[in-house]
């Protein structure tokens, strides 16, 4: 059974900040309520693995995710797979997000080692709140 083990937002735009919480409010074309990292509509929400993160030693939320996975590989996420996170929340896996130059910003040769570990970016079908703990769900 996968998990939600993280739930993130970014303050501000290139903070490179994330803050952690327990529950955040997922919003159909905005992402996560308060985040400022959102790019609607094909960049709403970055799901990554927590065993991706543990594999390349970084800390959850370090990547700027917003919600952080334990139990399964996000990568293996088809583009277009719907997943539902707690009760209500639906997401669909829009595309493969690449680690960009500001992953070097926090540990160079950081940007590399998550090549294909990054995660998968989605955007917020249906409203709904997301909690730590949440179970995961592929549909």
């Known amino acids: ?66 919600m952080t996975v334990e139990g399964m590989d996000v990568q293996q996420w088809p583009i277009g797979q719907r997943v539902r996170v707690g009760k209500d929340a639906v997401f669909e896996i829009t595309m493969v997000c690449d680690p960009c130059h ?9 940007r590399a080692e998550l090549d294909g570990k990054r995660g998968m970016l989605a955007r917020v079908v249906e409203d709904g709140e997301v909690a730590v703990g949440d179970e995961l769900e592929l549909l």
């Open 102 to 110: 500001r992953m070097d910003e926090l540990r160079d040769g950081l």
């Open 1 to 66: 059974m996968a998990t939600i083990s993280g739930v993130w937002t970014s303050p501000e735009r290139k903070s490179g900040r994330s803050v952690g919480h327990e529950r955040r409010r997922a919003i159909a074309g905005e992402g996560f309520e308060g985040c400022a990292h959102a790019n609607p509509p094909r960049r709403e929400v970055l799901f990554a693995s927590a065993d991706h993160l543990r594999s390349v030693d970084v800390e959850p939320g370090a990547v700027r995710e917003n």
